[in-house]
């Protein structure tokens, strides 16, 4: 049943209500936790690398941590969240932390803005604000996400670090001796999460432009679709552009297919509006592919000048500013004469930006500031 006409308040109540088995689970699991007296560090993840969900998105940067600092099963004296893959009952999960006195790491990636969530904007953002003012310390993704984070959750007076998200190097890398494509062709990749019709519309608009200026490119699109009929769709404006033959459809990746998706493609394009810290740029950059995206969100703090082309876009709040098909193509076309010397100088970038053992560094300092 499609619930969306009932208005948000009411459906949170109903949820609450009809999951009440699971809300009972955790509480239940809540009961055993305690704090860790000992030397040393021991973080807990509330679950979320062990409760059955895949591992990807927001909680793969937890994986580090928990090899770094991670207590497994049991006490633990720093329990690290993170907004876009919160611990189930998070809010009482938190309370039961803090009267343990266990200290609460927040890491906060996006907010809610009417640009992509319309009026439902403070159903997401309610809990982010409960949650980041019961934290200890906050771990911002990127300037941006700081800076939207104080627009729409409001001020925050808790001690806080910038700290883009990390990438695994190793997993992450250039194939040896990198030259592009033996067929000549230029092959495009836009992967990850695909929201909202026009991040994909705009990349297939891309490719005909491309390939009707002479340009012999294909296009990979990797991830899921969240609008309603989206593959469908998708076959209908592949054939209507004249590119079905020319675009490769890939609904699933998982982690570990990610370094080889990355290495069989030449460039990467990721024209979502406003986009936080966006880990699929980093990996891709990391695995020696220029960005060409929207020089909007947290995108212009990843990638400089060097390693790919943001196009220009508007702050707004209330509108998605996507970059057109024709920008996106343009942007393409000039980086082919120069895109041995950009996927080198990308994969420099990471390596000096994204790489995890400073940012497991980092957090340990962070974590050592905190109070006992």
């Known amino acids: 049943m499609n619930a969306s006409w009932i208005p948000w308040q009411l459906r949170e109540a109903l949820w609450s209500t009809l999951d009440w088995r699971e809300r009972a689970a955790a509480r239940r699991a809540f009961l055993s936790i305690c704090r860790w007296s000992g030397e040393g560090i021991r973080t807990g993840f509330g679950g979320i690398l062990d409760d059955g969900r895949p591992i990807h998105g927001g909680a793969v940067k937890l994986l580090p941590l928990r090899e770094a600092f991670g207590a497994g099963d049991g006490p633990f004296n720093i329990l690290y969240a993170v907004s876009s893959c919160q611990p189930r009952c998070a809010e009482q999960l938190f309370e039961k932390c803090r009267n343990e006195g266990i200290r609460i790491v927040w890491n906060q990636n996006g907010v809610a803005y009417p640009a992509w969530a319309g009026s439902e904007s403070e159903r997401f953002n309610r809990p982010m604000r409960r949650l980041r003012e019961m934290a200890d310390f906050v771990v911002n993704q990127s300037e941006f996400c700081e800076v939207s984070a104080k627009r729409f959750l409001g001020p925050c007076d808790k001690p806080s670090a910038i700290l883009y998200n990390p990438v695994d190097l190793v997993a992450f890398s ?150 057109s098909g024709l920008q996106i193509a343009d942007a393409v076309a000039a ?38």
């Open 335 to 372: 980086l082919l004469p120069r895109l041995g010397e950009v996927s080198a100088a990308a994969r420099r970038h990471a390596e000096a930006r994204f790489a995890v053992g400073p940012w497991v560094g980092a957090h340990g300092t962070i974590f050592r500031s905190l109070p006992t």
């Open 174 to 323: 250039p194939l040896s001796g990198r030259e592009g494509s033996d067929s000549g062709s230029v092959r495009l990749l836009a992967a990850g999460t695909h929201g909202t019709r026009d991040r994909v519309t705009c990349v297939l608009d891309a490719l005909r432009e491309l390939r009707a200026g002479g340009i012999d490119a294909t296009l990979t699109v990797a991830g899921n679709f969240q609008w309603s009929g989206g593959e469908e769709d998708f076959v209908r404006e592949s054939e209507r552009l004249g590119i079905a033959n020319s675009v490769q459809r890939t609904p699933r990746f998982s982690q570990s297919d990610a370094p080889a998706l990355y290495r069989n493609h030449d460039l990467l394009l990721h024209p979502k509006y406003m986009d936080p810290c966006p880990t699929v740029v980093l990996e891709a950059l990391a695995c020696g592919l220029p960005v060409v995206g929207s020089m909007s969100g947290g995108m212009p703090e990843l990638v400089p000048e060097t390693c790919g082309t943001l196009i220009e876009a508007p702050l707004d709040w209330d509108i998605r500013h996507t970059p």
